[in-house]
């Protein structure tokens, strides 16, 4: 019974400073919105093996996948806010999610004590191989005179390639066919083998096809050239400068995890950044990780607020 | 399957020569509408730009036709009784199922494993209460060892309610 | 020819090194293991198993995370002959004579022709993607939405075959299989769909939690009722292998289920599913007495089984050559690839070739292993049947509970495997078989999808699914193959209609 007494008086007591000093002594869940072996997953997997060894216990991988990361970040947002539960999000889950989904049981900005920034991919503007279009000005170019011809590709409602292309389609001026896919595969299956004109998505899944010449890069849409694809010009260069996109993933707590519990989960996260194995692991994968100014909560804070103010109004638009 | 029951045990009964197909028809219409009902509200859209609505609406009705049919056969063509149902077997094991459910977070596999398995073991008319428990117990360990140590899946093995009391 | 012994002599060299045997080894081990177990895919562990490799050599850690798939293929079909489990889609026609054959007391020759037929069609399909992976692709750049649409409308034919009882039973099990397909959120507007405002059925009804619920649970709670047919199974055990007899009914179906898995599994929309399904359609006519099928026949256990494995194969193709995943397991194969530092695609081939090569070897290897850890696995398994029902069935219901809650950490999950395990009871009752249902739920989401993407693409025209070379063949075989399905029914007369 005392024991029982302790526990719970320990476990009532979390924000005091003791616990910190103790943090952790069990392992950590990080909750990843996606299912094991996509992008999200594989950023979580890579930098959760740095910050274990940093932290001294094993952060524990769970994938929560479904409704565009929403369940997962919905459970996340509800878990006991005591720094054993953490977890990945994403451009979706934190920006555009509150436009998509009506019902969202969480708020990105109010809901979460965000850690840091982990890695942005950023996105390549892709067309079929026989496009008429070579470059990006002659891509807008065509698309504006055969609107009503062209058929953009993406993987669903709220994937990362639906999102981003209604940027792109709407910063053109156009609404092209958009043919929906259950998937970034079978998309990039119908882009490679024709039957649709062109999509967007993160560099990751596209480079291997753009670097065999399936499908031809336009344009990818960073600050400056991914050392994945040396060739292929910035969105700036290529003379579309606004289109300016990444999907970006953030370690989050849940609302109310202790401040020096944060402070000690930023500082591992950052130590993973600074290691070299991790940072080349992730560089291979067309991977951006944030600069020193970039990184900790309170930045990533400020971001999700931008993001979710920037994709609000776009998504509505497009209904 | 309609040798298997012999003309003399099948009552004809308003008309109804087969229970079984009557009784699957009832319950496919009863799908179809309620499919119907409540993919109603989505849109239809048209050949070029399907929306939402337009294939769980067709299916809706076309599982209720099927269904209208199948109660048509079943006055019309001789087939075989319903048969009887068993409530224990059905009432155990998704009992059980959802004691497995509800109980596995808060308590986790070292308490959910057990109730669930000792309860399922009741749908039996053979339960014996003393060896379901011993052997509720022993594959529960086993289920620990295979699936938390050996196949590492994150399933809770001590539940959150029960963490803060067990000092490990 | 000469290219092709040195690229297969790279692979075997890269294969047999002693690290590399060793991780097929443990990936094959794994693999069956989480096979037999329902519920637990091999999705949930190779996810699980991938923080695992990051310390291991690309090749040895894809070696192990591919042995893992295939050995769950072999795997999954011990749980659905020996227990009515169908853990994957594939398995669903396993189960229809597999575990009739195991309530015969045949479960040994079911278990021996499975694991023969798997292992015959693996080293088929590993020589034809050696052979012909790259040409072969390019079969799959032909199928567009609107290929794909008419393919899986030939699929919806199999399953009116499948059906052993009343036909229009089963067309009824199909649109209600193809109805539970469209809860979710639609692809196209986002919108909820069926979806009763619950949250968790956002993104539709996960397979392994209906047929869990309408094959498993609801199979448990008819045995219970009728405690002659459960105890069949452990009465009588019978022969531990497949005899003389068995081969020479089993072999033809072998070859043919070969040749049918090998070609949809090269197919990138998960045409493998389908392998096992064309098979058995393609036995249960080719048969003298088809009313064999679904009571018994090994013929519709040997050929979907070599179907099977052999699509499991040759889905490697488009992974490894296109880099594009055909499946779930795929997808988390391209993840297990990334995080190594290959990216897969058109390159692979040529930029590793110890490695593609090596994985291609290996696949081979692997199917040995499983054969020789299998075959004497079945005196084993078959020990277990003599357990009392009293006692197996809360630890198939355990099994399952787990199993389903680990596919993603869902409680809700676990709570609609034990609606729809009521739905399957009472379907059963009813008289309805659970396989044509399934085969509509599997192929509903995809058919769907390609549908509305064909019609987007010609914008509003149905001519396009005619007008299209292949997609016009296939439309034509489907409708050729149901006439062949309906005419016996049709002959006997008006009052046998719907009776076949």
Known sequence: MKRLILALAASVAFAGMSVAQTYPTKPITMIVPFAAGGPTDIVARL??????KTLGQQIVVENVAGAGGTTGITRASQAKPDGYTIMMGHMGTHGAAPALYANLKYDPVKDFEPVGMAAGTPILIVTKKAFPANDMKEFVAYLKANADKVNQAHAGVGAVSHMTCILLNSQIGVKPTAVPYGGTGPALNDLVSGQVDYMCDQIVNLVSQVKAGSIKALAIASAERSPALP????????GLPEYQVAAWNAVFAPKGTPKDVVAKLTSALNTALDDAGTRKRLEDLGGVLPTKD?????????????????????????K | MSEQTSPDDRKPSFGIRSGQ???????????????FWQAQTLGRGTLNAMGAGMLPQSLAVMVAVGGLGLVITSLLVDGPRLERWSLRGAFFIFGGIVLFALTIRPLGLVVSGPLAMFFGSMASDEFRWKESAIFAVILTTICILLFKVLLRLPIPVVGSLLEPILPF | MEAFLGNLSLGFGTALTLNNIFFCFIGCMVGTLVGVLPGVGPIATIAMLLPITFGLDPTGALIMLAGIYYGAQYGGSTTAILVNLPGEATSVVTVLDGHQMAKQGRAGVALGIAAIGSFFAGTVATLLIAALGQPLTKLAQLFGPAEYFSLMIMGLVFAVVLARGSILKAICMILAGLLLSTVGTDLETGQERLTLGLQDLSDGIDFAVLAMGIFGFAEIVRNLENPETRDVVQRAVGKLLPGKE??????????????????????PGNGAVLGPFASYTMEKKLAKDPSRFGRGAIEGVAGPEAANNAGA????????TLGIPPNAVMALMVGAMTIHGIIPGPQVMTKN??????????????????????LPLIGLWIRLLKVPYRMMFPAIMIFCCIGIYSVNNSTSDV?????????????????????????GFVLGKLMEEKLRQALILSRGSFMTFVERPVSGVLLAIAVLMLIIALLPSIRKGRDEVFVE
């Open chain 3, 246 to 267: 068995d081969f020479k009914q089993a072999y033809r179906p072998i070859l043919r289920g070969t040749f049918v898995g090998a070609i949809l599994g090269i197919l």
């Open chain 1, 231 to 238: 060739d292929v010009p910035t969105t700036k260069e290529a």
């Open chain 3, 415 to 439: 709570l609609f495997t034990a609606f729809f395990g009521l739905v399957g009871y009472t379907l059963l009752k009813f008289g309805f078989e659970p396989a044509p249902m399934l085969l």
């Open chain 3, 313 to 320: 194969q040759t889905a490697f193709i488009p992974l490894l």
């Open chain 2, 21 to 35: 197909d009557f009784g699957a028809g009832l319950f496919l219409i009863a799908l179809g509408i309620f499919a």
């Open chain 1, 47 to 52: 930098v959760s093996e740095n910050m274990s």
């Open chain 3, 353 to 374: 070739p110890d490695l593609f090569w090596g994985m291609i070897a290996s696949m081979w290897l692997g199917n040995l292993m499983l054969l020789v850890i299998n």
């Open chain 1, 294 to 318: 970039e990184r900790g909560g309170e930045w990533l804070g400020k971001f999700v607020a931008s993001e979710v103010a920037r994709w609000n109004p776009v998504l509505k638009a497009s």
